[in-house]
C-alpha cells in the first residue's frame, strides 16, 4: 500500500534507515511484480557453472574410456 508520502520522509518520523527501507520497498516491488531477486541470479549462475564443471568431467570420462576401449579391440 502507498500512502504517496516520500519513503525519507517516513523514516525520519519514524526514526529508520531510508537506505535499508529502501532496499525493503524495492525487493517488495519485485515480489509483487515476480521478479527474481539479485541473490537468485546469483545462485542460478553458480548452480549452472557447477553443472558445467561436472560435465566437463564426465565428458573427459568418456573419452578415456572410450580411448581404453579402442586400444583393447585393436
Known sequence: MSTGRP??????ELGLN???????V???RRELAGEPGPKAEGCE???????????EM?????????AFFVKIQA
Open 7 to 12: 519513503i525519507t520522509k517516513c523514516c525520519a
Open 26 to 28: 524495492q525487493n517488495h
Open 45 to 55: 549462475l553458480r548452480e549452472a557453472k557447477r553443472r558445467i564443471r561436472e560435465l
Open 18 to 24: 531510508s537506505k535499508t527501507v529502501n532496499k525493503w
Open 58 to 66: 564426465e565428458n573427459a570420462f568418456l573419452k578415456k574410456a572410450a
